[in-house]
């Protein structure tokens, strides 16, 4: 349930970005989703990674996800207007 909850939140607040910036294009909504995702999640788990000595490799893998969910979510939204 918090997992669906939250996953709606990020729809919402991506769908604002793409209002509020304009973007109509696929290419503009991959950028979006990207520079959110990379922007928002792979900077604030990265400090928690060095700080616990874990691997790239594993750092790449739990930001990877996330971050390719964002790209999604950005094409869908421009593209789905």
């Known amino acids: 349930m ?32 990207l520079l959110a995702g990379v922007g928002f999640v792979a900077t604030t788990q990265l400090p928690n990674y060095m700080f616990e000595s874990r691997s790239l490799k594993i750092y790449v893998i739990n930001v990877g996800y996330p971050v390719v969910t964002f790209t999604t979510i950005g094409l869908l939204l421009t593209v789905w207007q």
């Open 2 to 33: 918090v997992s669906i909850f939250a996953s709606v939140i990020i729809v919402i607040t991506l769908a604002m970005i793409v209002q509020l910036t304009g973007a109509s294009t696929a290419a503009e909504g991959v950028l979006l989703g």
